[in-house]
Antibody, heavy 121, light 110 residues
Framework: EVQLVESGGGLVKPGGSLRLSCAAS????????MNWVRQAPGKGLEWVSS????????YYADSVKGRFTISRDNAKNSLYLQMNSLRAEDMAVYYC??????????????WGQGTLVTVSS | QSVLTQPPSASGTPGQRVTISCSGS????????VNWYQQLPGTAPKLLIY???QRPSGVPDRFSGSKSGTSASLAISGLQSEDEADYYC???????????FGGGTKLTVL
């Protein structure tokens, strides 16, 4: 059974940093692209970042480019999102999602339960 | 503003057929396949339709998808109360180099 479990969310002050993690199990992690998608309270889905299976291809939404860094450790079956210079508008539930293939444009086939990031002074 | 455009709401009675539209552009729907996601209240999104009209294992055949040009639609036939959810269309955008979503459609079963 595919499982994606996010962690690392919490309360952070504006300008602060946070590192999210996503522990994957139930599939060959190194064979699939991975993504971060966020959802602000009461709002719709917003794609944040994607990384190919090998980590060679990485893309970011303009809203987070230069502040967020996606990475993966295929040996540890883990996906990460380093978030710096956090703003109020970054407050959201962050979902880890697996693509249905190794390419970054693949559909988001499996989703974790999400981790809440709150940005407030 | 979302890159893909969906109606904010839709409704139907049990047993009815409802459709949800999704409009995009040449850089997303026009050149890539469309996916649909269902988000039940308080839960994570779930892939409902991929590659325009394919259903993942376990998704009832009451759900179907189609695409024409730069638009797509999701149809739900034999509407059931458990279909009440938010539905999002999504696609890869070649200009933005990222996934794009519609704003979501809240489906109410009357």
């Amino acid at each position: 059974e595919v499982q994606l479990v996010e962690s690392g969310g919490g309360l952070v002050k504006p300008g602060g940093s946070l590192r999210l993690s996503c522990a994957a199990s139930g599939f060959t992690f190194s064979s699939y692209s991975m993504n971060w998608v966020r959802q602000a309270p009461g709002k719709g889905l917003e794609w944040v970042s994607s990384i190919s299976n090998s980590g060679s291809y990485i893309y970011y939404a303009d809203s987070v480019k230069g502040r967020f860094t996606i990475s993966r450790d295929n040996a540890k079956n883990s996906l990460y999102l380093q978030m710096n210079s956090l703003r109020a508008e970054d407050m959201a539930v962050y979902y880890c999602a697996r693509g249905d293939g190794d390419y970054v444009s693949s559909p988001l086939e499996y989703w974790g339960q999400g981790t809440l990031v709150t940005v407030s002074s | 503003q979302s890159v893909l455009t969906q109606p904010p709401s839709a409704s139907g009675t049990p047993g009815q057929r409802v459709t949800i539209s999704c409009s995009g552009s040449s850089s997303n729907i026009g050149s890539n396949t469309v996916n649909w996601y269902q988000q039940l209240p308080g839960t994570a999104p779930k892939l409902l339709i991929y590659s325009n009209n394919q259903r993942p294992s376990g998704v009832p055949d009451r759900f179907s998808g189609s695409k024409s040009g730069t638009s797509a639609s999701l149809a739900i036939s034999g509407l059931q109360s458990e279909d009440e959810a938010d539905y999002y269309c999504g696609a890869w955008d070649d200009s933005l180099n990222g996934q794009v979503f519609g704003g979501g459609t809240k489906l109410t079963v009357l």
